[in-house]
Every structure is written in C-alpha cells, then in structure tokens.
C-alpha cells in the first residue's frame, strides 16, 4: 500500500518544509516525492531539515505543474484547510487512509495526496484536480498547520492503515479500527477494470468542453460554473478506462452529428 502512496507538494516557498516533510515520509515508511515548481530545490536547508532522510530528497523529481505530477495517478486527494465556494467531496484523513487502503488493495494503483503552498494552500483549478479533499481538524482559533506537519498526520494515518492489528500492537499504537463503511462500499472487492488516470481524465475534460462549445451548450461568458460542475461530478463518479472511453466515443459521436447538422 505505502509504496503506491505519492506525496506532492506544490509551489512550496521554504526549503526546510521539503526537507522536515521527507523526514516525515520516511518516519512512516514513504518515499515517493513530486514536488511542483518549488521556490528554491535543491538546497542545503532542505537536506538538514531532512534528519537522514537524504534519499527521499535525491529521489525527488521536480515538475512544473500539478497535472504532469498526478499525470499517471488513478487517486488524486488534495489537503484544504477551508471549505470552497464550490463545495466537493471532503473527508477525514482517518477516512482518507481507509479509502486509500481500499482501493490499493483492489488494484496496483498510484495514489497522489497533493499538499499546498504555506501561505494559501492549494488554489480552486488545483482542487479541482484531486478526487477528494482532506480536512485535518484543528483547532478553529489557530487553523493554520504547517505543510510539513500536515504530511506527518496524514503520512501517520496511512501507516496505521497499512498494518494489520498485531503490527498495530506490537508498534505501541491504539488497534483501535475506524474504517467508514460508506466510503468502503462504494467499490466492488473485485474491479474488472483500471481506473482512469490523471492524464486522461484531463484529456477527457478537454474534449468534453469542445463538444459543448460546439453545440452551443457551453458559453463561458454566461455559465462560468458549469465546467467545474461537471468536473466535480466526473471527479466524484470515479471513471474506470472502459467508461471513460465509452464517454470519449459519445462525444465524438455528438461532434460528428453536430458536423453534419451544420452542413
């Protein structure tokens, strides 16, 4: 499960929050680190701050923008402190490892947990990347939690999940289970079919604006929320391959049509 597990931090300004959240992955048994345009890697800050966590940090890869980290990831979960003017799925980090611990556990899937800038965390386009938002619940008077210490949360969480009762035990930790059985029952033990990645679904994005602005069902000048609409809906729906690509084909088909009506 851990080894499917991507952490990416995106636009992040210090070095030493890339250095203490490599330290963090290492602590719980991760090692997989993006980070996106980040203001200053590498850098002698983020190797002291790092505790020995050297590897993770000369592991890195470093990309320009969020879509090319997540590009191959079948689970994109974005951290936002506050909730959004358009309102998403949003979750536990106690919910977000059983959800990570379901679905890796069906496939050998990449899951992608993207964590955001110090100051302004994740802005709505990137949100708007990500199957769901986690939510760590501090305390309302003094909210803001450093990038570093949220992946130390969320990082913890996916180690307890990972380990059976025993290891649990035997580590020192609670073997108290909180599973949310919603969450879990929304797939099948057994999927027959890969989930859409990150890639394609942008892919599929794109075609789906272009078929509604050929239609004249999409005018950006007098229906701004409709596309972040439908994203969240297909963003929530988890596509699989095969139905995205029966997707792809209904909207080939109504360009086609709409061609032919034209002439």
Wanted: net charge negative.
């Amino acid at each position: 499960m851990l080894k499917q597990i991507r952490i990416v931090l995106v636009n992040t300004t210090h070095p030493g929050n890339i250095g203490a959240a490599a330290r963090a992955m290492k602590n719980m048994g991760l090692a997989d680190l993006v980070l996106v345009d980040p203001k200053r890697f590498p850098d002698p800050e983020a190797s002291a701050r790092s505790s020995r966590a050297d590897d993770i940090l000369e592991q890195a890869r470093v990309v320009s923008a969020l879509e090319d980290a997540v590009a191959d990831c079948q689970l994109v979960i974005g951290t936002s402190a506050r909730q959004r003017h358009l309102s998403w799925p949003l979750i536990s980090p106690r919910q977000m490892a059983a959800l990570v611990k379901e679905n890796t556990e069906q496939q050998a899937i990449s899951v992608a947990l993207v964590f955001g800038r110090e100051d302004r965390g994740l802005m709505n386009e990137e949100l708007a990347l990500c199957h769901y938002h986690v939510h760590i619940p501090t305390e309302e008077s003094f909210s803001s939690l450093n990038v570093a210490a949220a992946v130390q949360v969320l990082a913890y969480e996916l180690r307890v999940a990972s380990m059976n009762e025993r290891e649990i035990m035997q580590a020192g930790a609670s073997a108290e289970s909180s599973v949310t059985a919603g969450l879990a029952n929304q797939w099948q033990s057994d999927w027959d079919t890969p989930w859409a990645d990150g890639d394609n679904m942008e892919r599929f994005f794109d075609h789906l604006e272009q078929t509604l602005r050929d239609i004249e069902f999409y005018k950006p000048e007098h229906s701004a929320q409709l596309m972040p609409k439908l994203r969240r809906l297909y963003q929530r729906s988890r596509l699989d391959q095969t139905e995205l690509n029966i997707l792809r084909g209904i909207l080939t088909a109504t360009q086609k049509a709409s061609r032919h009506r034209a002439d």
